[in-house]
């Protein structure tokens, strides 16, 4: 198993790699399981829903919720690093099934019965469905987001002209990123929890929010969109605010 992780962790740019190692030294696992050649685990993220992510080590393939379009993201990472160093944390326990269910008698179904079938499910399961919508929107939202542009990747000259009326922000591995210093660890909690319910009420949410000895760093970039918007921007301008 150790070299098929290890295998799996090469696949990673070395940006991520990092990031992904950060979130399992933060202890940002919160569920994990093992069983016959298969990892699963929830971790936690920028987004309010944790993220799932499983590795099939016989296929070599992985899976997560996250917005993520490279090669691997830091979710996978933090789960194959925990498996390394941590392997305690996972519980052992038979796993649902790899493959996926039969959608044919869902895709048979008429739209009003199938609309029928969706709201049953949320009555049902509510907390499933809005993790679902959740992460759906947050994968598709250049496509689905705020329009004029928002959501599309900025070239270099438009970003370091946002940069400009930006003063300390600056491009760190392909997010727009900044550290603020405080006088005190309370002082920068609570700063972070305001970032945190900022991104609430805007919706955007922070790449990374990582709070430290009397620093909070906080990080954008629009994954779904490949790169950093304007979306990024003002979620920037508006951190900058809270200060």
Do not use: N
Request: charged share 25%; net charge neutral.
């Amino acid at each position: 198993m150790r070299l098929e992780l290890e295998s799996l962790l090469a696949l990673a740019e070395e940006g991520v790699l990092e990031r992904g190692r950060q979130r399992f030294l933060q202890g940002a696992i919160l569920e994990a399981a093992r069983g016959r050649q298969r990892l699963q685990a929830r971790v936690a993220g920028s987004s309010p829903f944790p993220y799932r992510v499983e590795i099939d080590l016989r296929k070599g393939s992985w899976r997560c919720t996250c917005p993520y379009q490279g090669p691997i993201c830091k979710h996978v990472v933090a789960v194959a690093l925990a498996a390394l160093e941590a392997p305690e944390i996972f519980v052992r326990r038979r796993l649902g099934r790899a493959s996926l269910v039969h959608l044919e008698p869902l895709l048979a179904l008429s739209e009003g019965e199938l609309m029928r079938f969706l709201w049953g499910l949320a009555e049902a399961r509510p907390g499933l469905l809005y993790e679902f919508a959740h992460h759906w929107l947050e994968r598709h939202r250049g496509e689905w987001g705020r329009g004029g542009g928002m959501a599309d990747p900025l070239s270099e000259t438009e970003i370091q002209q946002g940069l400009a009326r930006l003063p300390g922000w600056a491009v760190v591995e392909g997010r727009l990123e900044k550290t603020f210093s405080f006088r005190s660890y309370p002082e920068g909690v609570a700063f972070a929890v305001r970032v945190a319910l900022l991104a609430e009420r805007s919706d955007h949410h922070p790449d990374s929010l990582e709070i430290m000895w009397r620093k909070v760093r906080v990080a954008y970039v629009t994954h779904s969109a490949g790169g950093i918007t304007r979306l990024d921007l003002e979620a920037a301008a508006q951190v900058e605010a809270l200060v």
